[in-house]
């Protein structure tokens, strides 16, 4: 069992940056496919960023050049650095770990971008 815990959201300017940190509790972490996705009221859950075990990054093409994801086997952590923020960030932001065949969510971490 994976249990995953989402940190560092809150209200920033647009413009502004914030770095979001997902730590996971569980043995096989390295093992695991991670990811970011975000949602907005009224919207469907979106990915934001993926990294997979082996390193591979994949991006929303909403965010590509502004955000950035990153892992830390040893603390069993997986970061997303979030630049340049627009409003159209605003969103309640999971963080998602895979490993077949479980798929495992945190409760997720609000990020407002508001003037």
């Known amino acids: 069992q994976e249990q995953l815990v989402e940190s560092g959201g809150g209200l920033v300017q647009p413009g502004g940056s914030l770095t979001l940190s997902c730590a996971a509790s569980g043995r096989l972490f390295r093992n695991y496919d991670m990811g970011w996705y975000r949602q907005a009221p009224g919207t469907q859950r979106e990915l934001v960023a993926s990294?997979?075990?082996?390193?591979?990054?994949n991006y929303g093409d909403s965010v590509k050049g502004r955000f950035t994801i990153s892992r830390d086997n040893g603390k069993k952590r997986v970061y997303l650095r979030m630049n340049n923020l627009k409003q159209e960030d605003t969103a309640l932001y999971y963080c998602n770990g895979k490993l077949w065949p479980h798929d495992y969510w945190g409760q997720g971490t609000q990020v407002t971008v508001s003037s």
């Open positions: 990294i997979t075990k082996g390193g591979s990054i």
